[in-house]
């Protein structure tokens, strides 16, 4: 069943509403807040449409990313005349555990049209947040609880395959015909820099228009 959370620290998720009470310390060893003036830094974006609606989700909390004493999370911010105003946050996806962070988000929508959020969990690798009714009244959007892929965010390729890239060291491309219902390796793309510079691969895959398909990773 879909959820909708609005009481900060009691889930991952907390979708803001008049009760929601953002002067909430983000942890017990900070008095920062959920405030976005509260905010010492933002960075690492994603946006997306749906409907009218216009979501800007970020990583900020604390000092930097990382943070020393891990106070990462994620806000969403949300804006439903065409970005003239917002409400920041609309969401807000924080670990109830303390020592975890939630970092790098990513809006994804599937072939099917279903909005999901992509993050990573600081210790326990990439997961997803499925969203329902982003492009309605904002009052009716609920999701569904966090669950662990793996994997960065897809591409859709034109013959309706879908491509994953992972790995650090090496990227691994990962090939879904079934729409990700099995995968399969393909190739693999292995950087030039010295092994120990390979921290953040950050890996992407660009269909072309002349249907080949152009790699990148960060290092």
Known sequence: TAKSN???????????DNSTQLFTPIASHTDEDYYFYSRRWNGICSVITAGNNIFVAWQTGGVREPDPTNLNYIAIAASKDGGATWIDPFIVI??????????VPQFYR????????LFSYSTIGIHCIE???????????????PFYIGFTKPTI???GSILYLSGKAETYVIRSTDNGKSF?????????SPVAARVFAESVVVEKKDGTLWGLRRL
């Open 184 to 192: 399969q390796r393909i190739a693999s793309i292995e950087s030039e």
């Open 94 to 103: 924080d670990p109830v555990d303390e020592a975890v962070e939630a970092r």
């Open 157 to 159: 390729l034109s013959d």
């Open 6 to 16: 609005h009481t900060l620290h009691s889930d991952i998720v907390t979708i803001v």
């Open 131 to 145: 969203f329902h009714n982003l492009d309605g009244d904002l009052l009716g959007v609920t999701y569904e609880d």
């Open 110 to 117: 599937n072939p099917e049209g279903k909005i999901y959020l």
